[in-house]
């Protein structure tokens, strides 16, 4: 009997340290490396398995790893730069390529804001860079130095759109991170402003990378000096900026209230250094030291200068502005609010809107920084049709892994391993047993994004398996994504939920592949919003106000053949592209309109003096017969006007230009050539 005995403890030890021995290895097998987790948590792996049901089939294949989806969205953005062929505003032109022009060439215009300080070098630097790499490969032709700057924006917007993505992602999951992607890229308004030479473009896009690297409550933390730098960064190319940042800012502060110093400090640092970097590249343009943001902010908001080119009601962006550049997007915005548990981001945009409506000069374009994140709640409402059960688990996601992590502990998860290397786990809350579901958590407490799935799956390397599962399968599908390991025990297991917990109705997994909501439905509002958006965006693109744009090819053809060419822009202010889009250092001049900063009475700029007697004004400055300008470009609606003057000089018509289909004021419906 006593050899017996000690036979069984003998076999008992033995089967003891086996089983410690091969959980030391399931462990080990488990771990995930560095690089892995922070794929993770940059939300660049693939579609999710229930997204695969409702995605279109190249989106599916462009989507498949971080670097397929940047290439796929640089090319997109390419394509579209080609397609800008029409004119939006002047700023496009005269507060960027036209500075960086005169920098590298030595000719071309500065306008009035340059004189007086309140512009920054560092945007227009960029291209500034560009024209002089052109120049030093002797490849400065017209073509190029057009299409370049656009690409090197289309670019900055390509990374923008990345960044929507992974945004969206880290707030929600992947899978809303692609519907907020789709709705990003099919937005009239930002297929019509993404590659154009703006800064509100490109604050557009530091505002979307630096609201990723914003370190969210209860979402793993970023580089924090990423976010602050990107903030500054867009502070001083459009100082205006600040209105979106600062109550992120403060908040920012509140929560790093323990570290506030620290924090005060980073601030103070990146800030300065960021300062210095912007007055270093304005002295270049301006010959001084300077801070142009604080001149920028002193006229055009503390002065209000920006009225005397036009003023609006104070609800003008909530009856037109907002409704205009959301078009089909607007409706699943607000469902997206209305659905969705989170509400920062809807509060940010709320805020920019309401202090941009305090302001009397308002534009379109001013509200382009807070379209990514309208496009965030838009995805969440698609999002929600395909999985409206999924609703408290990717669109609530307000816990942090931490805390996943201590809820999972809280239910003694207690795996253990027999003899056949199968892996079994044993939830015990009281008397009764409750199962983990496929996704990796109780359904009770699924409130936490994919990527954060796996992440805690790979720490805990807890799963249900009622079948017997090799466990080197199990540990090798941990390295992949959440879907990848869902679908692989979806096929392999029977899934059956008992005690208080049990997975009952539409929560109950029936396939590797299901889908809950109405999938058909998201597809027809993308079809929705595609109908609604695509044409506005192609309109706008390619027909409406082109020009203003194409008349200045004629000129540079005819510079060509004429290097004594003298013209005239009879038009409002900044209707054309200047020397950026010639090349010709040739003599031009256009009616100029520069506010009244100097508080004369009874003030009117030169191109309102025009317009009030043309042909006075004209007299005026054209005195002798050799000093008549041997091209006049204007709309076609002054042409009776100044019909008396044309004959009498012997003007004709040399060029006609289409320009838009809804001529307006001093906006006529076609660009007019006059020569002599």
Same mark, same amino acid.
């Given at each position: 009997?006593?050899?017996?005995?000690?036979?069984?403890?003998?076999?008992?030890?033995? &089967?003891?340290?086996? @089983?410690? &021995?091969?959980?030391?290895?399931?462990?080990?097998?488990?771990?995930?490396?560095?690089?892995?987790?922070?794929?993770?948590?940059?939300?660049?792996?693939?579609?999710?398995?229930?997204?695969?049901?409702?995605?279109?089939?190249?989106?599916?294949?462009?989507?498949?790893?971080?670097?397929?989806?940047?290439?796929?969205? +640089?090319?997109?953005?390419?394509?579209?730069?080609m397609m800008i062929q029409t004119w939006y505003v002047?700023?496009?032109?005269?507060?960027?390529?036209?500075?960086?022009?005169?920098?590298?060439?030595?000719?071309?215009?500065?306008?009035?804001?340059?004189?007086?300080?309140?512009?920054?070098?560092?945007? %227009?630097?960029?291209?500034?860079?560009?024209?002089?790499?052109?120049?030093?490969?002797?490849?400065?032709?017209?073509?190029?130095?057009?299409?370049?700057?656009?690409?090197?924006?289309?670019?900055?917007?390509?990374?923008?759109?990345?960044?929507?993505?992974?945004?969206?992602?880290? +707030?929600?999951?992947?899978?809303?991170?692609?519907?907020?992607?789709?709705?990003?890229?099919?937005?009239?308004?930002?297929?019509?402003?993404?590659?154009?030479?703006?800064?509100?473009?490109?604050?557009?896009?530091?505002?979307?990378?630096?609201?990723?690297?914003?370190?969210?409550?209860?979402? %793993?933390?970023?580089?924090?000096?990423?976010?602050?730098?990107?903030?500054?960064?867009?502070?001083?190319?459009?100082?205006?900026?600040?209105?979106?940042?600062?109550?992120?800012?403060?908040?920012?502060?509140?929560?790093?209230?323990?570290?506030?110093?620290?924090?005060?400090?980073?601030?103070?640092?990146?800030? &300065?250094?960021?300062?210095?970097?912007?007055? @270093?590249?304005?002295?270049?343009?301006?010959?001084?030291?300077?801070?142009?943001?604080?001149?920028?902010? /002193?006229?055009?908001?503390?002065?209000?200068?920006?009225? =005397?080119?036009?003023?609006?009601?104070?609800?003008?962006?909530?009856?037109?502005?907002?409704?205009?550049?959301?078009?089909?997007?607007?409706?699943?915005?607000? +469902?997206?609010?209305?659905?969705?548990?989170?509400?920062?981001?809807?509060?940010?945009?709320?805020?920019?809107?309401?202090?941009?409506?305090?302001?009397?000069?308002?534009?379109?374009? =001013?509200? &382009? %920084?807070?379209?990514?994140?309208?496009?965030?709640?838009?995805?969440? =409402?698609?999002?929600?049709?395909?999985?409206?059960?999924?609703?408290?688990?990717?669109?609530?996601?307000?816990?942090?892994?931490?805390?996943?992590?201590?809820?999972?502990?809280?239910?003694?998860?207690?795996?253990?391993?027999?003899?056949?290397?199968?892996?079994?786990?044993?939830?015990?809350?009281?008397?009764?047993?409750?199962?983990?579901?496929?996704?990796?958590?109780?359904?009770?407490?699924?409130?936490?994004?994919?990527? /954060?799935?796996?992440?805690?799956?790979?720490?805990?390397?807890?799963?249900?398996?009622?079948?017997?599962?090799?466990?080197?399968?199990?540990?090798?599908?941990?390295?992949?994504?959440?879907?990848?390991?869902?679908?692989?025990?979806?096929?392999?297991?029977?899934?059956?939920?008992?005690?208080?917990?049990?997975?009952?109705?539409?929560?109950?997994?029936?396939?590797?592949?299901?889908?809950?909501?109405?999938?058909?439905?998201a597809r027809w509002l993308m079809l929705f919003l595609?109908?609604?958006?695509?044409?506005?965006?192609?309109?706008?693109?390619?027909?409406? /106000?082109?020009?203003?744009?194409?008349?200045?090819?004629?000129?540079?053809?005819?510079?060509?053949?004429?290097?004594?060419?003298?013209?005239?822009?009879?038009?409002?202010?900044? @209707?054309? %592209?200047?020397?950026?889009?010639?090349?010709?250092?040739?003599?031009?001049?256009?009616?100029?309109?520069?506010?009244?900063?100097?508080?004369?009475?009874?003030?009117?700029?030169?191109? /309102?003096?025009?317009?009030?007697?043309?042909?006075?004004?004209?007299?005026?400055?054209?005195?002798?017969?050799?000093?008549?300008?041997?091209?006049?470009?204007?709309?076609?609606?002054?042409?009776?006007?100044?019909?008396? =003057?044309?004959?009498?000089?012997?003007?004709?018509?040399?060029?006609?230009?289409?320009?838009?289909?809804?001529?307006?004021?001093?906006?006529?419906?076609?660009?007019?050539?006059?020569?002599?």
């Open positions: 009997m006593k050899e017996n005995k000690s036979t069984t403890m003998i076999k008992r030890k033995r &089967l003891k340290s086996s @089983s410690l &021995l091969q959980r030391r290895k399931q462990i080990k097998m488990c771990r995930v490396p560095e690089e892995v987790k922070h794929e993770i948590d940059e939300a660049d792996l693939g579609i999710p398995e229930e997204l695969n049901e409702t995605s279109i089939p190249v989106i599916k294949q462009i989507m498949q790893s971080g670097s397929k989806l940047f290439l796929g969205l +640089l090319v997109f953005r390419f394509i579209n730069t002047p700023d496009e032109f005269w507060q960027s390529l036209e500075v960086a022009h005169k920098a590298v060439f030595g000719y071309g215009h500065l306008t009035w804001e340059w004189k007086q300080g309140i512009r920054s070098f560092s945007y %227009p630097g960029i291209f500034a860079i560009a024209y002089k790499i052109m120049e030093f490969l002797h490849i400065d032709y017209r073509i190029p130095l057009i299409k370049f700057p656009r690409l090197i924006q289309a670019y900055f917007t390509a990374v923008g759109d990345y960044y929507v993505y992974k945004l969206s992602s880290r +707030l929600t999951s992947p899978r809303v991170g692609q519907w907020t992607l789709l709705c990003q890229v099919v937005s009239w308004f930002m297929f019509y402003c993404g590659p154009r030479t703006l800064t509100n473009t490109m604050e557009t896009v530091l505002t979307t990378i630096g609201l990723f690297y914003f370190p969210w409550p209860g979402k %793993p933390r970023k580089a924090e000096w990423k976010f602050i730098s990107l903030m500054c960064i867009s502070f001083i190319i459009r100082p205006t900026a600040a209105i979106t940042w600062l109550p992120l800012c403060m908040w920012h502060l509140y929560l790093q209230r323990k570290e506030l110093l620290k924090t005060i400090l980073a601030y103070t640092i990146i800030g &300065l250094l960021a300062l210095a970097i912007s007055m @270093s590249l304005d002295r270049i343009i301006y010959g001084e030291w300077m801070i142009s943001q604080l001149n920028f902010l /002193q006229l055009n908001v503390f002065n209000n200068i920006g009225t =005397f080119y036009g003023s609006h009601p104070w609800y003008w962006y909530l009856t037109q502005g907002f409704p205009l550049i959301m078009s089909g997007h607007l409706i699943l915005f607000f +469902l997206g609010v209305w659905k969705n548990k989170e509400k920062h981001l809807f509060l940010l945009v709320a805020w920019t809107i309401f202090i941009y409506s305090l302001l009397s000069h308002k534009e379109f374009r =001013f509200l &382009l %920084p807070v379209l990514p994140m309208c496009m965030h709640y838009c995805g969440c =409402f698609l999002h929600y049709l395909c999985n409206p059960n999924d609703s408290a688990n990717s669109i609530a996601n307000t816990d942090s892994v931490e805390n996943q992590e201590q809820k999972t502990a809280k239910m003694n998860v207690r795996p253990t391993f027999d003899n056949d290397k199968s892996v079994s786990t044993d939830l015990q809350t009281g008397s009764s047993t409750d199962y983990i579901t496929d996704s990796g958590i109780d359904e009770s407490d699924k409130i936490i994004s994919e990527h /954060q799935h796996t992440l805690l799956r790979h720490r805990k390397c807890s799963v249900k398996i009622t079948d017997t599962v090799k466990a080197n399968d199990v540990c090798s599908d941990s390295m992949q994504a959440s879907d990848s390991i869902t679908g692989s025990l979806n096929q392999e297991t029977t899934h059956q939920a008992t005690g208080p917990h049990q997975v009952t109705g539409p929560h109950q997994v029936t396939g590797p592949h299901q889908v809950t909501g109405q999938p058909g439905l595609i109908i609604t958006n695509m044409p506005l965006a192609f309109y706008f693109s390619l027909i409406h /106000q082109r020009g203003t744009v194409d008349v200045m090819k004629y000129i540079h053809d005819s510079a060509q053949r004429n290097q004594h060419l003298n013209v005239y822009f009879l038009m409002p202010c900044h @209707s054309t %592209p200047y020397y950026s889009y010639l090349h010709r250092n040739i003599s031009m001049r256009f009616l100029t309109c520069e506010p009244n900063l100097f508080l004369i009475p009874n003030y009117k700029d030169e191109a /309102q003096q025009f317009y009030d007697k043309p042909i006075k004004w004209l007299n005026k400055h054209i005195q002798r017969q050799a000093d008549l300008p041997s091209h006049l470009v204007l709309f076609d609606q002054l042409l009776p006007r100044l019909q008396k =003057f044309f004959n009498k000089h012997n003007y004709k018509e040399c060029a006609r230009y289409f320009h838009t289909h809804f001529p307006e004021d001093r906006i006529g419906r076609q660009v007019l050539v006059k020569c002599r």
